[in-house]
């Protein structure tokens, strides 16, 4: 018996002294959790394409589509070995083409070496990752806080990057938000006046860089950036911050490795930036940014055709600098009235490479439209070339909402849906935003007027010295018709740009209550484009008319220059018994003008039909008068024309639906509207034969006519009717 109460005496004092260990323990650790979500989305439309589980993507050989089913899943992983140290991680599926119809990857038929050649609906096969339905791993975060007076975090590895600003080192899209990598060192002293953000982020090498990539040696690619904050006081803050953005490659030269290999910097960036703020009352708030950048695209590392008309690079070839200017006033009464003023002055040769790409919207004015965002009348791709590929991307509804600005060129619509807002650049722009806020009770009523002017206003690309086709800017899918959200350059522009809206907001307590709401909005554009007749790309009277064949005498605007090198002359040609040219000549200032009268029309209503169920229905009407330039010009020759009359119905339906722990949400979208060409006179109209209407989807005999690179551009009355559908059900774990 004694021997007993012997053992649980021992036991009994071997627990009392592992208890504090095991108190101790408890709280300098933290149990390894998995969370997750999953999220299925359906997509459906009458376009009937399944290249992909998006709706739009520039990607070359990746698809878009509007019709599949599919599911997504990611795992959040997370743990606390000690105070100091905190993990994270993520592992996510690839929604792109991980179709239900891949039958868990296998479904396709594969396409030679994995990751090579194209791969749209999952016909790429089990062994390809765009197709294969495989989870990655996405990103892994280390957090140190050392207690080290000097620091107080320690971050390695995936951040979104956050801490700093859209014009400088921008937030990644969703989907991609902890993609970039890299060190981030945060500290400030005890009250936090001053404070500091130091980091290194290794360069995403596939869009960073010229060309959309950062070159054949990417190890050492890196943007290495310092935030310095300080707010001594409640009424002004500070923050001064200074990116330096390196791409190097190998010296192909170096021979001797004895001693190591050279380097060479293929592209550099540099950025400074000072924002501000001042808070003398709770009346009158001012925010400021002055940004200063200057970038070097080395020659010989790019290829050339990525620059000039229709190239495709996220930033200039050659030398630039430039600034960035931003102001804000905010005025708040104690009447309900709210008055934002935004003064804005964004430089034509402003390059920052790793600014927000999207999501992201450094301007106060709404901008342009997400429903018109491609150069063609039916947002398609290359619309005066037929075949396969060729088709509409995003769809003839575009995108709904206005457009977020970027202050980048390389501005990213690539992997969205319908339901998305479009983003769209605003390198160039300068003017300024007036928007009053008036609310009282339920009612709120605002107002904008931005007036924009460009300091892209520039005669063949701001440098007469250079050949128009010899460019250092790219001119993504060209200024024609509804613009690019990404291009901001074109050889010719003489352009701006007046925005009015008048919306309203009313919230009626009838029933669970109601929201009601619209807007009338009017954009009011002109670019005269060509405005000097020394730039004209021939002599005056070169095509006299008639049966009579053109002279083909050019016409220089510098020694040996002409802007004949991109409009060259038509040919005579007879149809039907008429003889004439088959384009206009190219011998006004005016044959490139462009003018556009755009009104939108909106009314919605919103409600919860129950505590589970919101429901919106918005009806948005658009009637725009485009006049882009005649057959002389024909939007830089690629693009379908877009110049005539459009009109565009909008209705759209949306709900939601949470249950639980998951939530389901619908959104229809039903497009109708029509489009009639006006492409001037001068021209003979030509006819579609057999080859050209299977190609172009026309009907045998109709008119158009066929421009400088052969493509077809067709006269008649288009008529729309589109349908799509996105549901997707996300489920939390």
Request: hydrophobic share 35%; aromatic share 14%.
């Amino acid at each position: 018996m004694r021997q007993l109460s012997m053992k649980w005496t021992v036991l009994l004092l071997a627990v009392a002294l592992l208890l504090p260990a095991a108190s101790l323990w408890a709280e300098d650790t933290q149990k390894f959790t998995i969370t997750g979500v999953s999220y299925t989305k359906w997509l459906w439309g009458n376009l009937r394409l399944g290249g992909s589980l998006y709706n739009y993507s520039d990607v070359p050989g990746e698809g878009y589509g509007d019709n599949g089913q599919g599911t997504e899943l990611e795992l959040l992983v997370a743990a606390r070995p000690s105070k100091k140290i905190e993990v994270s991680g993520r592992m996510k599926a690839r929604f792109n083409q991980n179709f239900w119809t891949n039958f868990g990857g296998f479904g396709g038929g594969g396409a030679g070496t994995p990751g090579s050649g194209d791969c749209t609906g999952g016909n790429c096969g089990e062994f390809d990752s765009r197709s294969a339905q495989y989870v990655k791993f996405r990103g892994l975060t280390i957090t140190m806080t050392p207690g080290y007076r000097w620091v107080d975090t320690i971050t390695v590895g995936s951040s979104d990057f956050g801490m700093f600003d859209p014009f400088t080192i921008g937030k990644i899209r969703y989907i991609d938000r902890d993609n970039g990598s890299g060190l981030i060192f945060q500290g400030s002293n005890k009250n936090r006046k001053l404070s500091y953000d130091l980091t290194r982020i290794s360069l995403p090498r596939l869009w960073a860089g010229p060309d959309f990539n950062t070159g054949q040696f990417a190890a050492q690619d890196a943007a290495y950036a310092l935030q310095l904050n300080l707010k001594p006081s409640s009424l002004v803050d500070f923050s001064l911050i200074y990116e330096y953005v390196n791409d190097i490659e190998i010296d192909a030269t170096d021979f001797d490795i004895d001693d190591g290999r050279d380097i060479l910097t293929r592209f550099r960036n540099d950025v400074t930036g000072l924002r501000f703020g001042i808070h003398p009352s709770s009346v009158v708030d001012v925010k400021g940014a002055i940004y200063s950048s200057s970038s070097d695209a080395v020659a010989g590392f790019s290829s050339g055709s990525f620059f000039g008309i229709s190239g495709f690079s996220p930033v200039p070839a050659g030398q630039h600098s430039d600034e960035a200017y931003k102001l804000d006033v905010d005025v708040n009464t104690s009447s309900g009235l709210t008055l934002n003023l935004q003064y804005f002055d964004i430089g034509a040769e402003y390059v920052s490479v790793m600014a927000a790409r999207r999501e992201s919207d450094v301007l106060l004015t709404e901008g342009h439209d997400g429903a018109w965002g491609l150069p063609g009348p039916s947002n398609g791709a290359f619309g005066v070339f037929g075949g396969l590929g060729n088709e509409t991307r995003i769809g003839y509804g575009g995108w709904q909402g206005n457009a977020q600005q970027v202050a980048t060129i390389n501005a990213d619509n690539s992997f969205t849906d319908f339901d998305e807002a479009m983003a769209e650049t605003v390198i160039g722009w300068k003017g300024f935003t007036v928007r009053p806020v008036y609310n009282f009770d339920n009612l709120t009523i605002q107002g904008e007027y931005t007036t924009i002017d460009y300091n892209t206003n520039w005669q063949a690309w701001g440098d007469p010295s250079r050949a128009i086709l010899d460019s250092l800017y790219p001119n993504m899918e060209s200024d024609a018709g509804f613009r690019s959200g990404r291009n901001a350059y074109a050889p010719f522009q003489d352009r701006d740009t007046d925005i009015f809206v008048l919306a309203f907001n009313y919230y009626a307590s009838v029933g669970p209550g109601i929201e009601l709401f619209g807007k009338y909005k009017k954009i009011d554009e002109q670019d005269k484009r060509m405005n000097d007749a020394r730039f004209l790309p021939y002599v005056a009277g070169d095509c006299p008319g008639g049966a009579a064949d053109c002279g083909n005498v050019r016409n220089e605007y510098s020694a040996g220059l002409s802007s004949a090198d991109l409009y060259g002359n038509p040919p005579v040609i007879t149809v039907n018994g008429v003889t004439g040219y088959q384009w206009k000549p190219f011998d006004s200032l005016a044959d490139d003008d462009r003018d556009l009268d755009y009104n939108l029309y909106q009314l919605g209503a919103a409600w919860q039909l129950t505590p589970e169920i919101h429901a919106t229905v918005i009806y948005e009407h658009y009637d725009v008068t485009l006049l882009d330039g005649n057959t002389a010009f024909q939007a830089y020759q690629l693009h379908e024309m877009a110049s005539g009359e459009h009109t565009k119905d909008k209705l759209i339906l949306k709900a939601r639906y949470n249950i639980g722990g998951a939530e389901i949400g619908f959104n229809y979208e039903y497009n109708t509207g029509d489009f009639t060409p006006d492409f001037g006179t001068g021209f003979v109209v030509q006819y579609a034969d057999a080859g050209t209407a299977a190609d172009l989807y026309v009907p045998v005999d109709s008119p158009g006519f066929r421009g400088r690179f052969g493509g077809w551009n067709s006269l008649i009355k288009r008529d729309f009717d589109h349908q799509r559908f996105k549901a997707f059900l996300k489920v939390f774990f």
